[in-house]
């Protein structure tokens, strides 16, 4: 994955370089990738993207909860003084 993004941007300037496959190393055994396999793992995020959008994702949900905790009280508030002022209007 660390080659296949380079080869791909220098293949864009470079039309004669032909990427045919590659081999996916884990540990001690490695895989062959055909060229559409190894296209579809440069077009993958980076681990810093990847951990930006989940931080974003976390972020949105905390914010979210927060907002609708928050909500309760405000909605209780806005109950109770519906009904004063109802009590009010049919006092007078």
Do not use: F, Y
Request: glycine share 6%; proline share 3%; hydrophobic share 40%.
């Amino acid at each position: 994955m660390e080659l296949s993004r380079p080869i791909k941007s220098s293949k864009k300037k470079a039309k004669k370089t032909e990427l045919r496959g590659g081999v996916l190393k884990e540990g001690t055994k490695g895989q062959l990738l055909t060229e559409d396999q190894i296209k579809a793992i440069a077009d993958l995020p980076s681990k810093e993207q990847l951990i930006a959008q989940a931080a974003g994702a976390i972020n949105a949900i905390a914010t979210k909860l927060a907002r609708s905790i928050n909500e309760v009280p405000a909605s209780l508030a806005r109950a109770v003084d519906a009904v004063a002022r109802q009590e009010e209007k049919e006092a007078a």
